[in-house]
């Protein structure tokens, strides 16, 4: 399995390696047979490199589920601001979406990806348009397969681990009159009440519910830039083929039905 960094965080305040650095790797070819059950990620390094944790996230398509944004967020080199390394300092990490659904319910969830997460006090909240959600002492070095300080290989500190993948349902900081068609959310830390928690974030994800009509702007933001009319075609013929071949990768994973319907895109073309 061969990964490709897709971000970098400044060094941590608490730790001795010079960064925390992420890597992706795409994997569906290990997982699409035979699909569920358990897989083991091993030859990883250790101090004084040592590796915080590995998730895996696994996307699916629903063809009578509601449509999805999902909205991933990583460290891009060290420039401040860039997701959070921080212990006794406010941060304030802004997450921007496209937008949630105008009307009808509301979801959203937010998938934490942490290094060095503990169990210690972070004063952390997550803020949305419809309010807050206190995530205070929720990154403590656990995930869905271990429980915090389970970690008597850890090179630092044991038995204290040092990963979250957390899951939080934050739709109720949307779902209200005025959160409905949100741009944003928010990532905040209080040091005046105590962030004693040294923590970083190689990566987020928020996943949010939205309009139909809003991907469809989408899809066609992306043809437009997969296909740009002023690119020097041969004939109308191949810049068709293109627009055909974008709007089906783009369509794809739609549901059926509906008025940007994954069934037209055939018709399309």
């Known amino acids: 399995m061969v990964g490709f960094k897709i971000g970098t965080s400044p060094q941590s305040p608490c730790f001795p390696q010079p960064n925390t650095i992420s890597y992706r790797s795409i994997v569906t070819g290990l997982v699409s047979s035979p699909g569920n059950g358990i897989y083991t990620v091993s030859g990883l390094p250790v101090d004084p490199n040592f590796t915080e944790g590995v998730t895996l996230q696994v996307l699916w398509g629903d063809p009578n589920g509601p449509l999805m944004e999902d909205n991933l967020y990583h460290a891009i080199g060290s420039v401040p601001g860039t997701l959070a390394v921080t212990q006794n300092q406010l ?18 969830r937010l998938y934490e990806v942490i290094g060095n997460g503990q169990r210690s006090p972070e004063n952390l909240s997550f803020n949305g348009p419809c309010g807050s959600l206190n995530l205070d002492n929720t990154l403590d070095g656990s995930t869905v397969a271990r429980a915090p300080g389970t970690c008597p290989d850890s090179p630092l500190g044991a038995p204290e681990c040092f990963w979250d993948d957390d899951v939080h ?44 009509a809003v991907v469809c702007r989408a899809g066609g933001t992306y043809v437009d830039n997969q296909c740009p009319s002023t690119a020097p075609w041969k004939n109308h013929g191949q810049y068709m083929s293109c627009v055909s071949d974008a709007a089906q990768r783009f369509l794809g ?9 994954r069934l037209g895109s055939k018709a399309a073309s």
């Open 169 to 212: 349902n934050v739709s109720a900081q949307f779902a209200c009159g005025a959160g409905n068609g949100a741009t944003w959310a928010q990532l905040e830390s209080q040091p005046s009440l105590s962030t004693t928690d040294c923590f970083d974030w190689p990566s987020l994800n928020l996943l949010t519910s939205t309009d139909e």
């Open 91 to 108: 941060f304030s990490q802004n997450l921007v979406i496209s937008g949630t659904n105008a009307v009808g319910p509301v979801a959203a």
């Open 253 to 261: 994973g739609l549901p059926y039905g509906g008025t940007c319907p």
